[in-house]
């Protein structure tokens, strides 16, 4: 039996990464740098499968997924949309993933030490989820 802990540890994993694919989905068109680019959608294929993961994890305990928050991703989008068209461009762009990214490694650290009785399997995604948040701030700092 998957303890209560457990089952809220996946799903605000699942709501984290989805929010990353959609963040990232939010920008990809307008990356010029193609490295820039191809770090990004090399994230975006990182969190999809870490996602699966996820979601095979809530599935076996007849859980499902977590959506992120409606007025967060509403905000999210509004405010990639803003600034990137009244200061278009890649350094733009990167400070949009970086803040995007610092968020979600807080939330996820605050979900690691609310949700303490979670199995070891849960805190592992969690922790690799940051993992490729923090990752991916550093690959993208020279577009900074």
Excluded at 57 to 81: I, Y
Excluded at 97 to 104: A, K, Q, R, Y
Aim: hydrophobic fraction near 35%; charged fraction near 30%; glycine fraction near 6%.
């Amino acid at each position: 039996m998957v303890n209560d802990d457990t089952k809220k540890l996946l799903k605000e994993c699942n709501a984290g990464i989805k929010m990353g694919v959609l963040s990232i989905d939010d920008v990809i068109d307008k990356v010029e740098n193609e490295t820039f680019k191809s770090l990004l959608n090399k994230c975006k294929d990182r969190h999809n499968a870490l996602g699966s993961e996820t979601r095979a994890l809530l599935n076996s305990c007849d859980n499902g997924g977590k959506e992120p928050n409606v007025m967060a991703r509403s905000m999210s989008f509004m405010k990639t949309q803003l600034k990137t068209s009244l200061q278009p461009g890649d350094a733009t762009i990167a400070n949009l993933i970086t803040d995007g990214c610092d968020m979600g490694v807080k939330s996820l650290n605050r979900y690691l030490n609310e949700y303490k009785a979670a199995s070891e399997q849960a805190k592992d995604i969690a922790k690799r989820l940051v993992n490729l948040e923090e990752q991916l701030t550093t690959d993208i700092a020279p577009y900074l």
